[in-house]
């Protein structure tokens, strides 16, 4: 194991349980976790995105803020649906993001997964074409968004522009060198995930997959992430793929974490559906004494086929105690993973 982040969905609530009972609580709140992961050592800092809901929506302006706080932290998604998205205007907003951030994006995309509402896409004005799906609408956003971070010139300048222009067709700006690298793309199947190889993504693989085989999740994940590097190879890139898998992981070092964690049934795998026809498994989640958690971990054989763990944090129990699960993982359980 290479890398270990976390990962936030955002969540916010006016409930007084909540530490995160605002928008604007959720927001800072995420970008004083970067922080404070950054000062604990942690490699990542990764933010869900999910459309009308009481979560983080807009991503980049968050990246941008966690950029100009942190120095070296990765920063990034997992991921953004890409059936909402322009290509065109992602693509400035993500260079300008990352140039912030002194090129540490780290941009999880996918097609997305069930809404909140019924076809959201279409309240932002993307309607497929006649004869395709919203995956299919999702795939050609990626793949435009994929060529305008090439950097490579496409628009007919215009002969009496307002400011003088280099020669040639014209990019959009910013344009961050290396951003292209940088892209992942969640896939919740093996067929995805052969497809991002073949367009040079990286791979996020989530707590959440279809299930393509009835074997257990880490199973059938480590089978997903053999799949996409036997593509990768077939493809012929020139460079390493990136793999990460997400999991909700808990070291109980204290009675606070036993309170909230130690008498949870969540040992697991979980069967159920995303939608009318798909039918998916649900990984469990860990939550043991670190000696345990280490055994068990060691058991898991998408964590070992992967280089990146992302820990999914409840952000709704407040910026300390998420730094200390954050701290308690990366001090009881990493070190023994290989973690540095």
């Known amino acids: 194991m290479k890398k270990i982040g976390f990962l936030s969905f955002g969540h916010w609530t006016p409930s007084s349980q909540s530490q995160t009972r605002s928008a604007s609580a959720a927001l800072l709140q995420s970008i004083d976790l970067a922080v404070a992961a950054e000062e604990l050592g942690a490699d990542g800092a990764y933010f869900r995105v999910h459309h009308f809901a009481r979560q983080l929506a807009s ?17 990034g998604t997992a991921v953004i649906d890409m059936r909402y998205e322009n290509p065109l205007y992602m693509a400035e907003d993500a260079g300008a993001a990352d ?8 941009l999880g995309i996918s097609r997305g997964s069930p809404e909140q509402v ?23 956003h990626t793949q435009v968004f994929l060529d305008v ?11 009496r522009p307002m400011f003088p222009n280099p020669p040639g067709p014209l990019r959009l ?28 993504m990286n791979l996020q ?24 590097r036997e593509a990768w190879k077939a493809a012929g890139h020139q460079r390493e793929p990136r793999v990460s898998v997400s999991r909700s992981i ?36 860990y939550a043991a004494e670190p000696d345990v958690l280490i055994e068990q971990l060691a058991k898991d054989e998408a964590i070992a086929e992967a280089d990146t763990l992302l820990l999914t944090v409840p952000n709704q129990l407040g910026v300390d105690y998420n730094a200390h699960v954050i701290e308690a993982i990366l001090s009881h359980v990493a070190p023994a993973l290989g973690w540095r």
């Open 173 to 200: 700006e910013p344009h961050s060198e290396g951003l292209r690298e940088r892209i992942w793309w969640g896939a919740s199947s093996n067929a995805t995930a052969k497809w991002a190889a073949e367009l040079g």
């Open 59 to 75: 991503p980049f302006p968050l990246l941008a803020a966690v950029g100009a706080k942190t120095s070296r932290i990765e920063i």
């Open 118 to 140: 019924i076809d959201g896409w279409r309240y932002f004005g993307y309607i497929p074409p006649e004869g395709q799906t919203d995956a299919d609408m999702a795939r050609h």
């Open 250 to 285: 808990f070291a109980l070092v204290s009675d606070r974490d036993r309170a909230y964690f130690g008498q949870g049934d969540e040992g697991q795998d979980q069967i159920g559906f995303i939608d009318e026809n798909t039918r998916a498994i649900f990984g469990r989640s």
């Open 205 to 228: 693989s989530s707590t959440l997959k279809n299930d393509e085989t009835g074997e257990p999740f880490h199973i059938q994940q480590a089978a997903q992430i053999r799949v996409f």
């Open 99 to 106: 140039i912030i951030a002194g090129g540490r994006l780290q």
């Open 149 to 159: 971070l090439r950097g490579e010139g496409f628009a007919k300048p215009n002969p």
